[in-house]
């Protein structure tokens, strides 16, 4: 199972996502680094670990603002770290032509109905978004399934931020309806590693994270312990329960393959160390 961190963006500040609407999500405050500018942000989660994928959420872009920060420069900052951005459908326009290891992310609550699917790259990432119990789109979205792209993110935004838990029963039905062609990714409710143990056994393939991160909820000691487990099989045990790998193999990522210096940083933030080679889904 990858654990991606998410990182949403607004003002060109780093904000905590939770209830409300998102211009009233005040600024991250977070254990892991003292400021909210997201350069800093993303260098504290990658020194807590070599995360390989991490998710932005371009808020003032999502809400048709002109984008303070540009996400090019947190691509170019961390180039072996894969950015799935969330921008809007017009805030995507040239991401895979601009930087190699930004990955579009197309939201159903653009408006974006099956039609449209069709004309989605082959490396787009489809988030299913839900606000108050209610499926944000075109609800013909849920029923052609046959058309989603081979990555799915079920967007949970009434459990974003809040120690709610993610939405199992939506989990369950959602990774049915993506058969074993396609992996999904839950966003919203992750609370611990029991939220994770209980995800694999859906057999989610991801969850996307913030406030577990932050908060101090996932520390290294377990992000690494899980790492470890990872090299000998897919599934370990933690505190008595069987827990998914933080990485896994799903064909995101290489080890980084550049040479460096004596005494010069890792790549990424000191920490991450892996090379992102191209955004583009492998199939397992």
Same mark, same amino acid.
């Given at each position: 199972?990858?654990?991606?961190? =998410?990182?949403?963006? @607004?003002?060109?500040?780093?904000? *905590?996502?939770?209830?409300?609407?998102?211009?009233?999500?005040?600024?991250?405050?977070?254990?892991?680094?003292?400021?909210?500018?997201?350069?800093?942000?993303?260098?504290?989660?990658?020194?807590?670990?070599?995360?390989?994928?991490?998710?932005?959420?371009?808020?003032?872009?999502?809400?048709?603002?002109?984008?303070?920060?540009?996400?090019?420069?947190?691509?170019?900052?961390?180039?072996? #770290?894969?950015?799935?951005?969330?921008?809007?459908? +017009?805030?995507?326009? =040239?991401?895979?032509?601009?930087?190699?290891?930004? /990955?579009?992310?197309?939201?159903?609550?653009?408006?974006?109905?099956?039609?449209?699917?069709?004309?989605?790259? +082959?490396?787009?990432?489809?988030?299913?978004?839900?606000?108050?119990?209610?499926?944000?789109?075109?609800?013909?979205?849920?029923?052609?399934?046959?058309?989603?792209?081979?990555?799915?993110?079920?967007?949970?935004?009434?459990? #974003?931020? @809040?120690?709610?838990?993610?939405?199992?029963?939506?989990?369950?039905?959602?990774?049915?309806?993506?058969?074993?062609? @396609?992996?999904?990714?839950?966003?919203?409710?992750?609370?611990?590693?029991?939220?994770?143990?209980?995800?694999? =056994?859906?057999?989610?393939?991801?969850?996307? /994270?913030? #406030?577990?991160?932050?908060?101090?909820?996932? &520390?290294?000691?377990?992000?690494?312990?899980?790492?470890? /487990?990872?090299?000998? @099989?897919?599934? /370990?045990?933690?505190?008595?329960?069987?827990? &998914?790998?933080?990485?896994?193999?799903?064909?995101?990522?290489?080890?980084?393959?550049?040479?460096?210096?004596?005494?010069?940083?890792?790549?990424?933030?000191?920490?991450?160390?892996?090379? *992102?080679?191209?955004?583009?889904?492998?199939?397992?």
């Amino acid at each position: 199972m990858h654990l991606i961190p =998410a990182v949403d963006l @607004r003002s060109g500040q780093v904000v *905590q996502a939770g209830a409300g609407p998102r211009h009233g999500y005040p600024l991250l405050r977070s254990r892991l680094c003292a400021s909210a500018e997201p350069v800093a942000v993303v260098g504290a989660l990658l020194r807590l670990y070599a995360f390989p994928i991490i998710y932005l959420a371009d808020l003032d872009a999502l809400q048709g603002r002109t984008a303070v920060l540009d996400p090019v420069l947190l691509a170019r900052r961390f180039p072996c #770290t894969a950015f799935w951005l969330d921008a809007g459908q +017009h805030g995507l326009g =040239a991401v895979r032509q601009r930087w190699h290891n930004l /990955c579009p992310v197309y939201g159903s609550e653009t408006g974006m109905g099956p039609r449209e699917l069709g004309a989605l790259p +082959h490396a787009a990432i489809l988030s299913l978004d839900f606000r108050n119990d209610r499926f944000m789109g075109d609800r013909a979205l849920l029923a052609t399934p046959g058309r989603w792209p081979p990555r799915v993110i079920l967007m949970d935004l009434d459990r #974003t931020g @809040r120690a709610r838990g993610p939405n199992r029963q939506r989990a369950a039905r959602l990774r049915r309806a993506c058969g074993p062609s @396609r992996r999904l990714y839950v966003a919203g409710g992750v609370r611990h590693s029991g939220d994770l143990r209980n995800l694999a =056994a859906l057999g989610v393939d991801g969850a996307l /994270c913030a #406030t577990a991160l932050h908060a101090g909820r996932l &520390p290294a000691s377990l992000l690494h312990r899980l790492a470890e /487990c990872s090299q000998r @099989r897919p599934l /370990c045990r933690i505190r008595g329960g069987s827990l &998914p790998a933080v990485g896994g193999n799903h064909g995101e990522a290489k080890p980084c393959l550049r040479r460096r210096r004596r005494g010069a940083p890792r790549c990424s933030g000191d920490s991450a160390h892996l090379q *992102q080679k191209a955004c583009a889904p492998r199939h397992s």
